[in-house]
């Protein structure tokens, strides 16, 4: 057969490789974390009012009686601590309250006059309760015909010993050293500082609330829905009504919750309750109204001739440093909520010894505590948003008349102190937060603040709780030693939280890698506040402390 061509039977081809998946790639979008950045800022945005601004007369002289009404429960608690105990009566513990109020007048128009000038309303300090509670335990009663002779011997004590106390905030004031300390200050110092000034405080807060709870707690929610709620709701039917709610909603609840408060006394809800409850929930239990004089001037010596100890007058100057300390950290918030500038060394200064002659005018018109910045009024600037140097001042006014007057201002002083005690709650809570936002001008990512930051919160909080805590059950501070004066010092320094954290803060950051660590410290935003040096000092400080009228031909500029 023969052969027939056929075809080439076709090239094999492979088969083609397989596709491999192409990586997805990942969605083009904002960088992590972009969305909760916020830059910071040097002064608060929803301030309506800062340092030299002024509202309305009206409304600054609703704002200014509000200021008083709020550093009146403070008043009105520290009496009722140390007078009993010093052997006072209700006629006493009212007349002390007086002396209080018109000395808080005094003091709080020098310091907006000629010391720091910021907003700030000076008030007895809690941190002379342990060396004035160790003055009395230190008189016998058994000396004396009746307690009223005790208290009164009690009180001319402790007059010598807060005038000779006195004098070391003049000095570390005049001397310019207290200036030279804060300029050494960073956000890093001033972030615990100003947070355990608020948090440091909250014995003040729910603890006294829950004294009275029916009474305290709807003042604490009603505080928070008429002010913070209400005024979104009615937004819609006019602006003034937001900002009527927004600033003077306080006075409308303290009305409300005072007036039902009355209405549980007279129908007879506390008949057959503890004397305790009663005193904290009563309306008529203050005994001030029936105790108090119509007319009254607080006068010098007017307990008497002043008692000069040397133990007394060494244990009254921890009380008085510690009031340095405070004041300080207060001073801080103050600026921040007002839209002033971080206070300057030598403004601080000039603060501290001002305060010193403070106390010593204390002293002789016979106060038996020293006077620091009032924290209460601090966080009351936040939630009015009015920072006006103007109202404060005018507030003075309502402290002295009512320190004369003193029906009508054991009126209002007869308010039940759960009702403060709620208020307070909040306005801790604020200032406490204004502390925080310290933390922006420096580096927050960085180790070494969070642990100088984490050290000084809590130990500034948990010291003071364990002096605290000591004092209770057994009655006097850990510090026991032969020197009673030595004792005073240690047990009220130990016990005050911003004091605590201001020396522990300063410490570490100037110590622990100070060096080379500047910007993360925050140094390069808050240096040139803390200066007045020319070239280097910020020009906006004499915006908000420099004096009303030119006093630099008479006084030495390194005291101004």
């Not at 601090?378 to 309502?398: D, E, M, N």
């Not at 927050?444 to 364990?466: A, C, D, E, W």
Request: glycine share 8%; hydrophobic share 45%; net charge positive.
């Amino acid at each position: 057969m023969g052969e027939t061509n056929q075809p080439p039977p076709p090239p094999v081809v492979a088969p083609p490789p397989m596709a491999m998946p192409m990586p997805m790639q990942p969605m083009m979008g904002p960088p992590v974390g972009a969305g909760a950045i916020h830059p910071p800022h040097e002064q608060f945005h929803h301030l309506a009012y800062c340092v030299h601004s002024n509202p309305s007369w009206i409304q600054v002289a609703a704002l200014a009686f509000l200021h008083y009404l709020v550093m009146l429960g403070s008043t009105v608690m520290l009496a009722s601590a140390i007078v009993p105990a010093m052997g006072g009566n209700a006629g006493d513990k009212a007349r002390v309250i007086q002396t209080f109020l018109f000395m808080s007048g005094i003091n709080t128009l020098l310091q907006t006059l000629i010391g720091t000038r910021l907003p700030t309303i000076m008030n007895a300090s809690f941190a002379f309760v342990v060396p004035v509670l160790s003055i009395a335990r230190e008189i016998d009663s058994n000396d004396f015909a009746n307690n009223h002779q005790r208290f009164v011997h009690t009180m001319r004590t402790t007059q010598g010993a807060l005038i000779v106390a006195s004098i070391l905030n003049m000095i570390l004031g005049f001397s310019t050293a207290w200036g030279a300390y804060a300029k050494k200050f960073s956000p890093v110092i001033m972030t615990p500082v100003v947070c355990v000034v608020g948090l440091g405080l909250f014995e003040l807060g729910f603890p006294q609330v829950g004294k009275c709870v029916e009474i305290g707690l709807p003042m604490l929610i009603l505080a928070v829905v008429v002010q913070q709620y209400v005024p979104h709701y009615f937004s819609y039917i006019h602006e003034r009504t937001t900002f009527l709610f927004e600033r003077y909603s306080l006075l409308l609840c303290i009305g409300i919750v005072w007036a039902f408060a009355a209405i549980l006394t007279a129908a007879g809800a506390y008949n057959h309750v503890s004397l305790k409850t009663q005193q904290h929930c009563r309306t008529d239990r203050s005994y001030l109204m029936s105790s108090a004089p119509w007319i009254k001037i607080p006068y010098p010596f007017q307990w008497g001739t002043p008692i000069f100890t040397a133990g007394h007058s060494f244990g009254m100057m921890g009380a008085v440093l510690v009031s340095a300390f405070e004041s300080t950290g207060a001073h801080f918030a103050t600026a921040r909520l007002a839209g002033a500038t971080p206070p300057p060394g030598h403004v601080l200064s000039r603060s501290v010894g001002l305060q010193g002659i403070g106390m010593f005018l204390e002293g002789i018109f016979g106060a038996p505590a020293g006077s620091s910045v009032s924290v209460e009024n601090i966080g009351l600037l936040g939630l009015t948003k009015v920072g006006s140097r103007r109202v404060i001042q005018i507030s003075t006014g309502f402290m002295i008349f009512f320190s004369i007057f003193g029906k009508f201002g054991a009126f209002f002083a007869s308010i039940p102190l759960p009702i403060f005690a709620a208020i307070y709650c909040i306005l801790f809570g604020i200032v406490a937060a204004v502390g925080v936002s310290f933390m922006q001008f420096a580096n927050k990512n960085s180790m070494r603040n969070i642990y100088i930051i984490g050290l000084s919160l809590f130990l500034g909080i948990s010291v003071p709780q364990y002096f605290s805590e000591y004092t209770s059950s057994a009655g006097r501070g850990p510090a026991r030693t032969n020197a009673g004066w030595f004792n005073d010092i240690i047990n009220t320094v130990f016990a005050s939280g911003p004091t605590v954290a201001l020396i522990v803060a300063s410490v570490l950051d100037n110590t622990l890698e100070a060096r080379g660590y500047e910007s993360d410290r925050g140094l390069s935003w808050f240096t040139p506040f803390l200066h007045r040096r020319k070239g280097y000092s910020d020009p906006r400080n004499e915006e908000f402390y420099s004096y009303p009228i030119r006093v630099h031909d008479f006084i030495p500029s390194r005291f101004l």
